[in-house]
């Protein structure tokens, strides 16, 4: 820990630790989090009741997290005149798992978003959201129960990476000029320029990951989702690396979608089956052949776009859950943002949050108590138990307060 940090650790915690590349878990791990700003201090508060919960109903007191809070946003600014201090990454890199709420975007200042900097910083380059629907959570479709997948999504390359030029600026008009001069190739005048880098090993570490998780929790397919048809030397590559990854280290679990039908007639059990699909029909076969999906892997913008219209059919952002992980770290939050207007109310649905802590409960393993608050959650929201956002779309259901409803989380259990 930095001398003048300004966190304190617990005493009676222990620091998880990573030992070639494998987590290693005390009965009694130290968990940084940041609670975040707006809406961060009500859901955070609701989460934490829910998780210690869970955790003492499934390990009878054997097990228990030392949380210890870290900082980052609107409060730290307020607080220590940083954004981001430097102490806030390097705690979770050094604690190898963190959950955080919403952060406040600094307007001006340089930095870009907190969330940003924060997975550049620790190269959390797979962003992870599982979507699954709550029977009786109010959605657009007829039925919504059958889409239950899992989204990797690649972080840190794609036109995320940052680079581009503004239109009519010095480097935006040397590009043009270069690749006309050299390549002649016609790029209209006055064009903003962007870049769009996908590599190798951004691919394939990505596509490692999404594979590992179908093999580790018995999930029968992956789908690497691309615009190769048009952008055949970054998102065709993106398919070609993921299925090369998939045959030279993956061929004793997975088998392609192709040699699936064609050699087995689809008679293959025990294999992940890896296929792919275009990005434009991917959003036609979610809607209308969820059940044909269960793990998807795909590039940052790509996945950007789906794994909005995914939470959208199972209820929106307030239930869905994230994780941005690296190799030994991973950090658990919300997906929606600080709700300002909704500050201090008590109000807002913490489901996102907690869905998160649950992520991350099953990460550490300790998956008998993520089970109890999924079954719990499941039961209040039958009970139709539940906060203003789905209380105003659903028929007789009962307002919460969002430490309402983590108490009625609680209760079910
Ligand atoms: P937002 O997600 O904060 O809120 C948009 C609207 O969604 C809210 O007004 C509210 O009606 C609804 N909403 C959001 N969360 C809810 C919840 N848990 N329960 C019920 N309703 C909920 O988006 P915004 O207003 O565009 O952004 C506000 C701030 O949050 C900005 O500073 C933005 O940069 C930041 N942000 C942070 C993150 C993050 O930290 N992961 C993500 C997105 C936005």
């Not at 915690?13 to 940084?32: A, E, F, Y």
């Not at 690749?179 to 090993?201: A, Q």
């Amino acid at each position: 820990m930095p001398e003048d940090s300004h966190y304190t650790v617990p005493a009676d915690g222990k620091k998880i630790s990573s030992k070639n590349d494998q987590l290693i878990i005390p009965k009694n791990p130290i968990i940084p989090f940041i609670k975040g700003d707006g809406i961060g201090l009500d859901i955070w508060h609701a989460t934490e009741m829910v998780i210690n919960t869970a955790i003492k109903k499934a390990y009878k007191g054997k097990r228990i997290i030392h949380w210890m809070e870290i900082f980052a946003g609107e409060k730290s600014y307020n607080e220590f005149g940083k954004w981001l201090p430097d102490e806030t990454p390097a705690a979770i890199k050094d604690y190898h798992v963190a959950i955080k709420g919403p952060l406040t975007t600094p307007v001006g200042g340089g930095i870009r978003s907190l969330n940003v900097s924060l997975r550049q910083i620790l190269d959390l380059y797979a962003c992870i959201r599982p979507v699954r629907h709550f029977e009786g959570v109010p959605t657009p479709l007829a039925k919504p129960g059958a889409l239950n997948v899992v989204i990797f999504r690649e972080n840190t390359e794609d036109v995320y990476a940052g680079i581009e030029w503004e239109s009519g600026s010095d480097i935006a008009n040397r590009f043009i000029k270069m690749i006309k001069d050299e390549y002649n190739k016609d790029i209209r005048e006055n064009s903003g320029i962007g870049i769009k880098p996908i590599s190798p090993f951004g691919t394939k570490r990505l596509v490692r990951k999404a594979i590992q998780y179908a093999i580790d929790n018995n999930r029968k397919n992956v789908t690497l989702v691309h615009k190769g048809n048009i952008m055949k030397y970054t998102e065709g590559a993106f398919r070609d690396w993921g299925y090369e990854l998939a045959k030279d280290e993956f061929s004793d679990s997975t088998i392609i979608e192709a040699v699936f039908w064609d050699e087995y007639s689809g008679m293959v059990r025990d294999k992940v089956v890896v296929k792919d699909r275009i990005a434009d029909a991917m959003f036609q076969q979610i809607l209308l052949r969820p059940d044909e999906y269960e793990v998807i892997a795909t590039s940052n913008l790509n996945g950007d776009y789906l794994s909005d219209a995914c939470a959208a059919q199972v209820g929106g952002l307030g239930m869905a859950p994230g994780a941005n992980i690296s190799d030994d770290v991973a950090l658990f939050e919300a997906t929606h943002g600080t709700a300002p207007k909704y500050t201090n109310q008590d109000k807002v649905n913490p489901s996102s949050l907690i869905l998160s802590g649950v992520m991350m409960l099953d990460y550490i393993g300790w998956r008998e108590s993520g089970s109890l608050i999924i079954d719990a959650i499941r039961e209040t929201i039958l009970q139709k138990k539940v906060t203003y956002d789905l209380e105003r779309q659903m028929d007789g259901a009962t307002k919460l307060s969002t430490s309402g409803f983590a108490e009625a989380i609680i209760s079910n259990m």
